[in-house]
Nanobody, 122 residues
Framework: QLQASGGGLAQAGGSLRLSCAAS????????MAWFRQAPGKEREFVAA????????NYLDSVKGRFTISRDNAKNTVYLQMNSLKPVDTAVYYC?????????????????WGQGTLVTVSS
């Protein structure tokens, strides 16, 4: 139901845009989020956006560099990643929960995409 794409290899300081297309759910009623899991580490929250796009939340270390957005007409959520750093290297997952609230906790999300790998070289 969630298909993430857009990962790849980028140089430090570069940019990538991730997309997550949703199907089989009332997308415009769902809070959407991005999480990531670096090698050997636990999955961590990156960003979330409420149904309207009016409320967002970010991991402190990505604030000012990453932007989460959504297009409800296309059932798609995006993560624009600028000024990438090697520490951003991870598998990025999109997630969804049928709520109007924005959550930063993994357990709050019901649906998960398959992940897309982002590798940032120094």
């Amino acid at each position: 139901q969630l298909q993430a794409s857009g990962g790849g290899l980028a140089q430090a300081g570069g940019s990538l845009r991730l997309s997550c297309a949703a199907s089989g759910l009332s997308f415009s009623s769902y809070t959407m989020a991005w999480f990531r899991q670096a090698p050997g580490k636990e999955r961590e929250f990156v960003a979330a956006i409420n149904w309207s796009g009016g409320t967002t939340n970010y991991l402190d270390s990505v604030k000012g560099r990453f932007t989460i957005s959504r297009d409800n007409a296309k059932n798609t959520v995006y993560l624009q990643m600028n000024s990438l750093k090697p520490v951003d290297t991870a598998v990025y997952y999109c997630a969804a929960v049928g709520s109007s609230r924005v959550y930063g906790i993994e357990a709050s999300y019901r649906y998960w995409g398959q992940g897309t790998l982002v590798t940032v070289s120094s």
